[in-house]
């Protein structure tokens, strides 16, 4: 008894395992911005010093979601300076911290000031 409570235990942790590692589609939306300026670049303002970023600096083009705090890395990077400062809704699949894009489309920005970033 005690063996096959084990055996369950371990093939229920490893299924739990495997499942976190998987990636996730959905769809996130928020500011594009770049991984070096993260949140603080979250606005239209910030569209020019983005793309100088990524341009110049070594930066990749990030989206900032105010819904969860959080900065993701967008993959691939190709067409995203056209929507640098743009509050977009991205729809694709989330590896870590990384957003493998399928589509990308303008969305209308919150009129909640909460979902707005603080400078």
């Not at 229920?12 to 070096?36: E, Q």
């Not at 110049?56 to 990077?77: E, I, M, R, S, W």
């Not at 699949?93 to 969305?107: H, N, P, Q, R």
């Amino acid at each position: 008894m005690t063996k096959r409570l084990l055996i369950c235990s371990l093939a229920l942790v490893l299924a739990a395992g495997i499942s976190f590692a998987l990636p996730k589609d959905g769809s996130w939306t928020g500011w594009v911005t770049d991984t070096m300026c993260g949140a603080k670049g979250a606005s239209a303002k910030h569209a020019g010093c983005a793309n100088d970023c990524v341009r110049d600096h070594g930066a990749k083009y990030a989206l900032y979601n105010p819904a969860d705090k959080k900065v993701y890395t967008l993959d691939p990077q190709e067409k995203l300076a056209e929507h640098a400062g743009h509050f977009v809704k991205v729809t694709g699949s989330v590896e870590g911290d990384t957003i493998k894009v399928k589509a990308i489309e303008m969305a209308p920005e919150p009129k909640d000031e909460a979902a707005k970033p603080k400078s």
